[in-house]
């Protein structure tokens, strides 16, 4: 296998296991580890430096700008964390300028369906416990919708990067097959 491909597989690998480890911390924690997210970028940096030279470095930070950039505004207005905005940094930088930006509207994109989703699950739940309660009861009567922490109601959106990070690696025809080019 050439380096070029070799070091494409260890892109496209690093990348997924990155958006995977913080989407799964989002999700339960709601929270993006630094301890990934510095070390990602150090990679993304070395990873293009081989791949590209000066350019594939300069298409590199490119590409961290472009992904900070995307989500900078949502931040600035408090609908998404400095987490998030830096994972989709990691993202852009992994993939370059070009890649940022697939990665950065498909991103938002499936965060738009799955922040609807989430607001029709935190309507339908609290109606479905009732029922459930009520079932457990037998016939007892209804019990008020449970109260939520504040954290439980805070929205995942490291998901939402990774199925963008997926998307833009599928129309930037990334995935190795097979291992031969």
Not at 16 to 35: M, S
Not at 99 to 107: E, L, Q, R, S
Not at 109 to 122: K, M, N, P
Not at 155 to 168: Q, R
Request: glycine content about 12%.
């Amino acid at each position: 296998m050439p380096l070029d491909e070799t070091i494409k597989g260890a892109i496209e690998l690093s990348l997924l296991l990155v958006v995977t480890l913080c989407a799964l911390t989002d999700i339960l924690e709601h929270r993006i580890p630094n301890v990934v997210l510095f070390p990602a970028l150090l990679l993304a940096l070395l990873f293009n430096a081989l791949l590209g030279g000066i350019p594939g470095l300069v298409d590199c930070v490119l590409g961290l700008l472009v992904g900070l950039a995307v989500l900078f505004p949502f931040y600035i207005v408090g609908g998404t964390s400095a987490g998030d905005v830096k994972l989709l940094g990691v993202v852009g930088a992994f993939l370059g300028i070009h890649g940022a930006w697939i990665a950065g509207a498909a991103t938002l994109v499936f965060g738009g369906v799955l922040g609807v989703l989430f607001i029709v699950w935190r309507v339908v739940e609290p109606i479905l416990a009732m029922h459930v309660a009520q079932l457990v009861r037998f016939g007892g009567p209804l019990a008020p919708p449970p109260r939520y922490k504040s954290a439980k109601n805070d929205f995942p959106y490291a998901p939402a990067i990774a199925l963008g990070t997926l998307f833009s690696l599928w129309r930037l025809d990334f995935f190795i097959q097979g291992g031969v080019s």
